[in-house]
Each structure stands twice: as C-alpha cells, then as structure tokens.
C-alpha cells in the first residue's frame, strides 16, 4: 500500500521536523504537529506560511518524544506492507528522525513523488485539492492528500 507523506520543518539548512502528515491510498490518514520544535529555528517564510495553520487539528499535538510511538502505532494499524510516497528526500529522512531511525517493520521502502509531480495532470490535481474548502499549502496532512489527489489524477489518465 502506497503512504502519501509530507512533513513541515524549520528550515533547509536548521531542519526540525514541525508537523507529519500521512495519508494511504485508500484515505486512511495521520497528522501529528511537534509542540516543542524551536521557532527560533525557523526561516521567514516557515514562520509566515507554516505556522499559522498550526493549531488547527484537534488532538495533532505532540511532544516530540512522543511522537515515534504515535507514529509506529499508526503504521501497525495498516496490517500491510507500505511504500512511502513523497515528492523530497528531505520528507523521508524527517520520517526516519521522527522514528529514531527505527522504522516499523511494514515500511517496506520509498517511492519518490518528485518525477510525477512535474506532470501536468498531477500539478492540476493538487491545486484542485488545495482549493476545494481552502485546503492550506503548507500543512502537512493537506499537502499529503494533496500528493494522494495527484497521484489518483495520474492513475484515471492512464485508464
């Protein structure tokens, strides 16, 4: 099963994972908002467009030492193997830190988003999704649907 991922981090060059959003390919989803990642870290875009749609989940907030067992408990939860589908390897290697380098034994290997996502119908399919009940970029459950919507878009132009 393909697990759509998308994280939000401080910055390129300090980079702490902010919030994780996941969602499967049959919708199933996770979202988790780190509370104690330090915002001193963050660039003025993060502060601008990441941080104000924190907050807005009910129940995403976690402490950071918390957050790998949130996380394998999600994964266990699929009782299937799993493909991490993201479109930056920085997203991977987030999800690998949040897990103390210690994935769950279904994470069966990554799938990069990136080649698909310079496709038209796949970019189209995303911006429908972000402006469908206003859907905010930069959040990372919402860009992870997001990813999901465009590779669903890929698949029915194949058909």
């Known amino acids: 099963m393909l697990v759509f991922l998308d994280t939000e981090f401080t910055d390129f060059i300090d980079c ?9 390919a049959d919708g199933r989803d996770f979202y988790a908002e780190v509370q104690d990642f330090d915002i001193a870290k963050c660039s003025e875009f993060v502060r601008g467009a990441v941080c104000e749609v924190l907050g807005q989940s009910v129940n995403a907030s976690i402490l950071r030492a918390a957050l790998p067992e949130r996380i394998r408990a999600w994964f266990a939860s699929l009782s299937t193997s799993a493909v991490v589908a993201c479109d930056s390897f920085i997203d991977w290697e987030l999800l690998l830190d949040a897990l103390s380098n210690e994935f769950p034994p279904n994470i069966v290997g990554r799938y990069d988003l990136g080649p698909l996502a310079t496709l038209p119908q796949f970019q189209r399919a995303v911006a429908e999704y972000h402006a469908e009940a206003g859907h905010p ?4 459950l919402h860009d992870a649907h997001a990813h999901r919507a ?10």
């Open 137 to 140: 970029w930069h959040h990372a």
């Open 16 to 24: 702490e994972l902010i919030s994780i959003g996941m969602v499967t």
């Open 150 to 159: 465009g590779w669903l878009a890929i698949g029915a132009s194949r058909n």
